[in-house]
């Protein structure tokens, strides 16, 4: 499952985590804060939003193997939005992926809210191509092996355009 853990409580994590069953796979979507990092760190199987060198440093300062993390890409260039902006992402993924305890699998955004899917399409395009051009540098500690993308109101958009 995928859990946005942001907004909860570091015991209402853990009483959450406690009762569900424990060969559950879950990925952390939404803005994860530092403060946060050490309750969700071991509970998850891939971060989706990363989006700062100084979070990246933090999780791989708590992380004790190789925890999976993908970039977040603020595509639209939203304000309001968390993220790398395209022309940073790159030389931020080369910075994060010499941290030793983390890897890059991948890239994430969040589209603006619309009411014709259509509209987040090039948002989707953007990210795959920037996805597919990182990939082809070869970068040591990097793969794009995944895309978080897409909502309830895109994410056939998104699936289309290989989230």
Do not use: C, W
């Not at 993220?83 to 603006?112: C, D, Q, W, Y």
């Not at 009411?115 to 540098?137: C, P, T």
């Not at 092996?145 to 958009?157: A, K």
């Amino acid at each position: 499952g995928i859990v946005d853990f942001g907004e909860n409580k570091p015991q209402e994590l853990r009483d959450k985590y406690e009762v569900l069953p424990q060969n559950l796979r879950f990925h952390m979507i939404g803005h994860l804060q530092t403060n946060k990092i050490k309750y969700v760190i071991d509970r998850v199987v891939l971060i989706h939003s990363i989006d700062s060198i100084h979070l990246a440093e933090a999780v791989n300062t708590e992380a004790k193997k190789h925890n999976r993390i993908m970039v977040e890409v603020n595509v639209a260039q939203e304000e309001s939005k968390s993220g790398f902006l395209v022309e940073k992402t790159e030389n931020a993924i080369r910075e994060i992926a010499k941290l030793s305890n983390i890897r890059v699998e991948g890239l994430m955004t969040i589209a603006p809210f619309v009411e014709n899917a259509e509209e987040n399409r090039q948002y989707f395009v953007k990210l795959r191509k920037l996805s597919v051009d990182i990939a082809a540098k070869n970068i040591d500690n990097v793969t794009m092996h995944h895309l978080s993308m897409g909502m309830t109101g895109d994410y056939e958009v998104a699936i289309e355009e290989g989230a």
